[in-house]
């Protein structure tokens, strides 16, 4: 069997570089709908119906059987659509985030950071709240993020400054732990956590490991890593760069009649 | 007779405003690809087939007589495709941006900035060149004001700060004019004429006004105006609320087989 993960880009990356370590063996196929991205800022049907090609795409052609979204608006939007389409597990990153949130929280009281996308959707508050209704919830879409760490203002006094201007509202609300809610931010993990030292950092790049080998599957064992994207543009080569370093990436096309 | 104006985005919405408010009684349609928006970072082939797919919908739903592409980034790789495959007058904004640039300089050097696709293509750099060779162009991708602008930061000293990152390495060449090669930008270019007092600023959506007057073009005359965009989501409104306060706006399909 083999695992298929995509995203509305390259930043998704992130996680299947933590899915190729914990998985080495494994048969591993990413796409990166980099001709629309960002879904972040676009609506649910949209997002269903190009999460859906992109599921379409790995399964097709690849026979994965397992999906990872690893993007968190389409986690938010289009996972149970997914699920109900397909014969094949889907894990988003969501809901292993709101778990892993609501253990390692002391408090009760977890900050959440995402797109206009993922906050708007509330599918962390409402995953959170379903596993404990005693649990306080501070969302705050944080939008200039993701084009920062594209343009690599990583370690860059303006990204110091937008993530205060974020984040300090959040830990007015005295939070103790904090869900990074996009594939972008495990990139400004350590920056943040040089600004917030008070805060637990959940990271779902690492967090969904735990729900892969809980699956039982036996994946195929080539070691096969493929990469696609569907608009090979040279604006992202350093984003991938700063994740991978040198991978070749093929370009694919996945639109489909309306 | 009627005009079609398409964009990536609704930052077009500058440009439709000028032409609106420059021929109140004309009728005019708007399409914004809000569905894919950006194309300033994907590849020429994908933005040539979002640019005719933007222009199929303009024509063929409306008989429009003109079509203007507001998008810098998309005139820049898809005008030339366009102008061969349907029978109508295309106006860009980059040779109109670019005359103008030359006719005002008077040390001969100038300024571009613009998306990384718009620079990557050359086009102002091309245009300004066939016009005089004597001219020096200095381009200067500045992928953050997008975004910024997006995010209403308009007045902010974030932007300040990412603004003159960008300019004062433009400005350290001597230019004494500067094309604002994007659509978003003429929302900051109070702030840079502030910044940079001793600049000539470029803004296309008011320059290419003559162009259409040239054509001699006699314009339906309903006032009609109409807005469309791919994608009605709510990220945008406070950026079209900023440029045109409130409006009605419809979503329409427009994505093509392959």
């Known amino acids: 069997m083999a695992i298929g993960i995509f995203d509305s880009g390259v930043g998704g990356l992130t996680v299947f570089k933590s899915i190729s370590e914990h998985f080495?063996?494994?048969?591993?196929?990413?796409?990166?709908?980099?001709?629309?991205?960002?879904?972040?800022?676009?609506?649910?049907?949209?997002?269903?119906?190009?999460?859906?090609?992109?599921?379409?795409?790995?399964?097709?052609?690849?026979?994965?059987?397992?999906?990872?979204?690893?993007?968190?608006?389409?986690?938010?939007?289009?996972?149970?659509?997914?699920?109900?389409?397909?014969?094949?597990?889907?894990?988003?990153?969501?809901?292993?985030?709101?778990?892993?949130?609501?253990?390692?929280?002391?408090?009760?009281?977890?900050?959440?950071?995402?797109?206009?996308?993922?906050?708007?959707?509330?599918?962390?508050?409402?995953?959170?709240?379903?596993?404990?209704?005693?649990?306080s919830v501070f969302q705050k879409a944080c939008p200039l993020l993701v084009p920062l760490v594209e343009e690599a203002r990583i370690d860059h006094n303006i990204t110091d400054i937008v993530i205060k201007e974020y984040l300090d509202e959040l830990n007015k609300e005295n939070i103790d732990t904090l869900i990074l809610g996009c594939t972008h931010y495990p990139l400004l993990k350590k920056r943040i956590k040089m600004l917030y030292s008070n805060l637990n950092i959940v990271d779902s790049s690492e967090v969904i490991l735990g729900y892969i080998e809980k699956l039982g599957i036996n994946f195929r064992e080539n070691s096969i890593r493929e990469i696609f994207v569907t608009d090979k543009s040279e604006s992202f080569s350093s984003l991938v760069f700063q994740i991978l370093g040198e991978v070749e990436i093929k370009e694919v096309f996945i639109e489909q009649p309306f």
Chains 1, 2 share one sequence.
């Open 24 to 135: 080495p063996n494994a048969d591993i196929y990413y796409l990166g709908d980099t001709a629309r991205v960002p879904y972040g800022n676009k609506s649910k049907e949209t997002i269903k119906r190009y999460s859906s090609e992109c599921a379409d795409f790995l399964i097709k052609r690849f026979n994965v059987d397992l999906i990872v979204i690893a993007c968190n608006t389409a986690s938010s939007y289009a996972i149970d659509f997914l699920k109900k389409k397909y014969g094949v597990p889907v894990i988003g990153v969501v809901i292993p985030g709101a778990r892993r949130a609501v253990s390692v929280s002391k408090n009760a009281r977890i900050g959440v950071i995402g797109t206009r996308g993922t906050v708007r959707s509330c599918s962390y508050y409402d995953a959170i709240k379903n596993i404990s209704q005693n649990v």
